[in-house]
């Protein structure tokens, strides 16, 4: 499902579809670089009270992308592969990109623990790297990252794809935190299959996010970049993920691997279909269009432009009725729930 900052990017949290709708930054009459991310629950923003504070819409909005969010929480490499072969919008998407980031493995890596047997979890914990469960999945999940760029490249052989390090999070989480050394000591196995990778494709690169906020842990004396959960980044783990990533860009720009947004004049963006300005679209937005349309209110300059949302430039029951379509999940390519620059 997509997710741009042509999400709503503050639509954030659409449920009504899945997770999250998709979001884009879409500057009107520029030719904005276009970017896909996909994978798990890091690349949705999961638990972040605010989208904006999400690596996904600050590394697109630091690069003016054009940007596409296809990440969907809980998602396994099994889970991306799926999605990848039978996810017609994303296959098109995908054919008109020129760089994806991917976040995925991390529900690979700590499904070894929660909900493990426990004749599974004294393997692990006896044998490391050598139990036979981290075996096995080590090799699923180097088979389906093969596969998955092979559906990538059989799609867009020239987009660069720059794939995510799993951090370890464990050290954080309240039940399975004296696990954490041994996810540390056999992690690097899973986070090996990415450079594998990279040495193998072409236009295929690594952003060391595991390091830095192993970094981090040892520098700062604290968890503080994980949220309460123990799994997912906070606030500040997603600005360190932000940070790795646009490094890895600048790195790749330089060497001419991804394009880069011509300079703009600076805009100002408004979220189509958020008539009551609380950075969602949602029914009550139908409702606010409703009650200014029969007297009981009106909008200001902005408040016009996210109102009409079937961008007929005029405010009226048919954008009631795109916004509620929208919302059900009959609008799959509208622009309701974009960022729109003016």
């Known amino acids: 499902m997509k997710f741009n900052i042509k999400r709503s990017i503050a639509s954030c949290l659409v449920l009504l579809i899945g997770v999250f709708s998709v979001a884009s930054v879409n500057a009107a009459g520029t030719d904005h670089v276009k970017a896909i991310f996909m994978g798990d629950s890091i690349a949705t923003g999961y638990g972040l009270e605010k989208i904006e504070d999400s690596y996904f819409y600050q590394v697109t909005l630091d690069r003016s992308y054009h940007a596409v969010n296809y990440a ?3 998602h396994k490499s099994t889970d991306l592969l799926s ?8 296959r098109e998407d995908i054919s008109t990109s020129d760089v994806i980031f991917i976040s995925i493995g991390g529900n690979d890596l700590i499904g070894l623990f929660m909900g493990a047997s426990t004749t599974q979890l004294m393997d692990i914990l006896t044998n490391g790297g050598e139990s036979v469960y981290v075996k096995t999945a080590i090799q699923m999940m180097k088979t389906n990252l093969d596969a998955i760029m092979s559906e990538i490249h059989g799609i867009n052989s020239d987009c660069t794809v720059i794939f995510q390090t799993q951090y370890n999070p464990i050290y954080a989480h309240p039940q399975y935190k004296a696990f954490a050394d041994k996810i540390d000591a056999f992690a ?5 299959l990415f450079y594998s990778l990279a040495e193998k494709n072409r ?3 690594v952003a060391d996010v595991y390091t830095a906020f192993d970094n981090y842990y040892d520098t700062q004396k604290s968890y503080d ?8 980044p906070s606030e500040k783990g997603h600005a360190l993920i932000r940070d790795v990533l646009l490094q890895k860009v600048s790195e790749l720009e330089t060497a001419g691997a991804i394009p880069t947004t011509p300079t703009l004049p600076e805009s100002k963006y408004y979220l189509l279909g958020d008539c009551d ?5 949602n029914i009550l937005d139908a409702t606010t269009i409703q009650k200014v349309l029969a007297g009981l209110g009106s909008f200001d300059e902005v408040g016009t432009l996210c109102a009409d949302a079937n961008l007929d430039n005029s405010v009226n029951v048919k954008d009631v009725t795109a916004i509620q379509k929208h919302l059900a999940g009959l609008l799959p390519n509208s622009e309701i729930g974009n960022l729109i620059a003016y």
Do not use: A, R, T, W
Not at 83 to 90: A, E, G
Not at 277 to 281: A, D
């Open 72 to 74: 969907i929480n809980g």
């Open 83 to 90: 999605l990848l072969k039978s996810n017609d919008p994303m």
């Open 188 to 192: 690097p196995l899973f986070n090996n």
């Open 203 to 205: 236009n295929v690169y």
């Open 225 to 232: 970049v994980i949220q309460s959960d123990g799994i997912h």
């Open 277 to 281: 300005g609380n950075k969602k679209v």
